[in-house]
C-alpha cells in the first residue's frame, strides 16, 4: 500500500496484539464446538487497509500467527497482501488463502487469477467473467454468497440460487470451494433477525447439497459472531452436514475491538488489546491571555491564561471534526505525559490545538497520542456519533509496525 504523500502523524501497530488478539479469538472461537468438531479456522479480515492498520503490515504477522485465512477488499488491495507476503519470506504453499470480499468486478479478475485470490461470487456475470481466465486442468475457486437479509452481496435462497447452481455446474473450469453468508445483527444475541437469516441459509445449504455441489468451507458473520456464543456451534453443525470446514471471519477483534453485545455474555472483550496508537509531535507552544479566542469561528475563549500545544493533525487525516471543543461542549482530548490534553477550539484541516494549562513539563517535540491508551476508537466514535470500525478506517496516518 502506497505512503501517503503528506501528513506528520504516524501509526504505531503492535505486532504483540495482533497476536495476542488472534490467538483470544482462535480459544473463543474454539470454546463453542463440541463433541469432535473440528475447530474453526479463522478468516482475518483485513480490507479497508486492515481498518486503517495497513493491510500489507498486517498480514504477514497474522500469517505467522496461524490464521489460514485473510480478506481482503478487491484484487488491488490482495496483490499487493500477496506481495508482503512473499516479501516477508512466506512460502506460496504455506501462504493463507486470500478471499476478495467485495464486489467483484470483471477489472479484478486478471489480477485475482495472477494473486491466487479467491472471489466471493453471487451473480450469472461474475462466473462468466471468471470462466474466461480459467481452464478445466486447474479450476478457479470461488466462493458463493447466500443473501439472507442483508440485501447486499448474495444470491436469494430458493429459485435464484437454483438458476445459479445450474450454472455453476456447467462450468468444469470453476469450483465452488466455499459457501457464505452474512448475518446483520449478530451483535444482538438471539435475535430474530437472525434466527430468519439462520432458516435461509440453511435452506440454501440444502439446495447447493441437492445440486451435488461440495463446498470445502463454509462462513457466515463477523466478530460479534464469534463473541455471540451459540451461533458458531450452529454453523459448525452446518458445517459438520455438507462436509465443510468452518471458517470464522473476524476484523474489528484483531485491532481489539468488540461491539457492545447485547443479551449475552461477552467472551471477547476482555481478552484483547488495542493494536494501534495514532501519535503526533507537538510543533509549537504558546500562551492564551485572557479573552483570546481559538481557532476558526472563535468557538472558545480563554477564561484565564492558559497555554496551548499545537498538533500537525486534523481532519483531513481522520481525527473527527465533532472531536472539538467549544466554550458550549467540551470536546475529546489527547494524552501527552499520561495526562488528558483536552482539544479546544475546531478542529483545522491539518491542525488541532490542546489544552496543556494543567500540563507543567509539555514541550515542543512531545510525542501526544491521539489514540491508544487514554483515549481509544471506542471514545472517539462516542464523541463522533459513529462506531470504531469508521474511526479506524478513517484514519490516514502511516503505519509502523512496533513490538
Ligand atoms: C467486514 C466484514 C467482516 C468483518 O467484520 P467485523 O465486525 O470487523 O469482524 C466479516 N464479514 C464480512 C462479509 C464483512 O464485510
Not at 464486489?103 to 489480477?111: H, I, R, T
Request: glycine share 10%.
Amino acid at each position: 500500500m502506497g505512503k501517503m504523500p503528506y501528513g506528520k502523524s504516524w501509526f504505531e501497530v503492535s505486532r504483540t496484539a495482533l497476536e495476542s488478539n488472534l490467538s483470544a479469538l482462535g480459544r473463543v472461537a474454539g470454546s463453542g464446538p463440541s463433541g469432535n468438531q473440528p475447530r474453526p479456522a479463522l478468516l482475518a479480515v483485513i480490507k479497508a487497509n486492515g481498518y486503517g492498520h495497513g493491510a500489507a503490515l498486517c498480514a504477514p504477522v497474522l500469517a505467522h500467527s496461524g490464521a489460514e485465512w485473510l480478506g481482503v477488499t478487491d484484487a488491488l488491495e490482495g496483490g499487493a497482501v500477496r506481495e508482503s507476503l512473499q516479501a516477508a519470506g512466506i512460502a506460496p504453499v504455506d501462504q493463507p488463502e486470500i478471499l476478495l470480499m467485495c464486489g467483484l468486478e470483471a477489472s479484478d479478475v486478471p489480477a485475482a487469477v495472477q494473486h491466487h485470490l479467491t472471489p466471493v461470487v453471487w451473480f450469472s456475470e461474475q462466473l462468466e467473467w471468471l470462466a474466461a481466465h480459467a481452464d478445466s486442468r486447474q479450476p478457479l475457486p470461488f466462493h458463493l454468497e447466500i443473501d439472507t437479509g442483508m440485501a447486499r452481496q448474495g444470491v436469494r435462497p430458493g429459485e435464484d440460487l437454483t438458476q445459479l447452481l445450474a450454472e455453476i455446474s456447467g462450468y468444469p473450469q470453476l469450483t465452488l470451494a466455499g459457501v457464505l453468508t452474512h448475518f446483520a445483527s449478530s451483535e444482538i444475541a438471539g435475535s430474530a433477525l437472525t434466527r430468519s437469516q439462520q432458516q435461509l441459509f440453511k435452506q440454501a445449504l440444502s439446495q447447493i447439497e441437492a445440486a451435488r455441489l461440495t463446498p470445502a468451507w463454509l462462513h457466515a458473520g463477523n466478530t460479534s459472531t464469534i463473541d455471540e456464543a451459540r451461533l458458531l456451534p450452529w454453523l459448525a453443525a452446518q458445517a459438520e452436514a455438507v462436509g465443510a470446514r468452518l471458517l470464522a471471519r473476524t476484523g474489528l477483534a484483531l485491532y481489539g475491538y468488540a461491539l457492545p453485545l447485547e443479551g449475552d455474555v461477552p467472551q471477547l472483550a476482555p481478552s484483547l488489546l488495542p493494536a494501534g496508537t495514532w501519535k503526533a509531535r507537538v510543533v509549537a507552544v504558546r500562551d492564551l491571555a485572557p479573552g483570546e479566542t481559538v481557532g476558526y469561528n472563535a468557538t472558545f475563549t480563554a477564561p484565564e491564561p492558559m497555554r496551548l500545544a499545537l498538533l500537525p493533525v486534523g481532519y483531513a487525516d481522520g481525527l473527527r471534526r465533532e472531536l472539538s471543543g467549544s466554550d458550549a461542549r467540551p470536546g475529546g482530548w489527547v494524552m501527552l505525559h499520561g495526562q488528558r490534553a483536552p482539544i479546544l477550539g475546531r478542529i483545522s484541516m491539518n491542525l488541532t490545538t490542546v489544552d496543556v494549562t494543567q500540563i507543567a513539563q509539555a514541550a515542543l517535540g512531545d510525542v501526544a497520542t491521539l489514540l491508544g491508551a487514554g483515549i481509544t476508537a471506542d471514545d472517539h466514535a462516542r464523541l463522533a456519533g459513529t462506531i470504531p470500525y469508521e474511526i479506524l478506517c478513517g484514519l490516514r496516518a502511516r503505519s509502523v509496525l512496533v513490538a
